[in-house]
């Protein structure tokens, strides 16, 4: 099992950034790609971003491209997503969660991200 852990979330008017964090432990040797997850409420969990475990092939759903970049630093074991130019339906509880090769089975507790109008 991979446990993964988010940091940075919080409120933040339209227009601003945020950096959220995931660090990754146990068996991380095992993990293929890792990826970040949003749900909004009253909504399902929806993709947003993902990323190998090497830090390379970053994906994204279209509603954040050219705003929102995934990375990795190997040597921390660390995931980060940048969010600028936020908006208010950005507003979400996000996820980071390890694929391992059978699907995203190792999830986080969430971290909120609020942004006001």
């Known amino acids: 099992q991979v446990h993964m852990v988010e940091s940075g979330g919080g409120l933040v008017q339209a227009g601003g950034s945020l950096r959220l964090s995931c660090a990754a432990s146990g068996r991380t040797y095992t993990t293929l790609r890792m990826g970040w997850f949003r749900q909004a409420p009253g909504k399902e969990r929806e993709f947003v971003a993902s990323i190998s475990w090497s830090g390379f092939s970053p994906s994204y759903t279209d509603s954040v491209k050219g705003r929102f970049t995934i990375s990795r630093d190997n040597g921390k074991n660390m995931m980060y997503l940048q969010m600028n130019s936020l908006k208010p339906e950005d507003t979400a509880v996000y996820y980071c969660?390890?694929?391992?090769?059978?699907?995203?089975?190792?999830w986080g507790q969430g971290t909120q991200v609020t942004v006001s109008s």
């Open positions: 969660a390890a694929n391992r090769g059978s699907g995203y089975q190792d």
